[in-house]
């Protein structure tokens, strides 16, 4: 498995901008695909982007799609999501992932097998 500890979560206002981070030890960084899920009080986790082992692929979910977007470092084993145009819907528990191999599968949360404890992003309307 991999060790993963996000950062950059915080308070911000609709139409604002917030960038979280990544840093990830144990397995070789550049071999699996790795995400960004988020969960919201009383909802399930669901998928909001992914991206592939080179960073040549990224995937999107519908509602964050042209708002936010994620890459990595494969030099510095980090990840990040910038996030831009904030809305009250995305406020949210955001959890880093790793470990996926089926880059057909990035929606699926238990593809992948490492997961960070998560930093909470609150957007304010």
């Known amino acids: 498995q991999v060790q993963l500890v996000e950062s950059g979560g915080g308070l911000e206002q609709a139409g604002g901008s917030l960038r979280l981070s990544c840093a990830a030890s144990?397995?070789?960084?550049?071999?699996?695909?790795m995400g960004w899920f988020r969960q919201a009080p009383g909802k399930e986790r669901e998928f909001a982007a992914a991206?592939?082992?080179?960073?040549?692929?990224?995937y999107y979910a519908d509602s964050v799609k042209g708002r936010f977007t994620i890459s990595r470092d494969n030099a510095k084993n980090t990840m990040d999501l910038q996030m831009n145009s904030l809305k009250p819907e995305d406020t949210a528990t955001y959890y880093c992932?790793?470990?996926?191999?089926?880059?057909?599968?990035?929606?699926?949360?238990?593809?992948?097998?490492?997961w960070g404890q998560g930093t909470q992003v609150t957007v304010s309307s």
């Open positions: 992932a790793a470990g996926l191999t089926n880059l057909q599968l990035v929606r699926a949360a238990h593809e992948y097998d490492s």
């Open positions: 144990g397995r070789t960084f550049s071999t699996y695909a």
């Open positions: 991206i592939s082992w080179s960073g040549g692929n990224t």
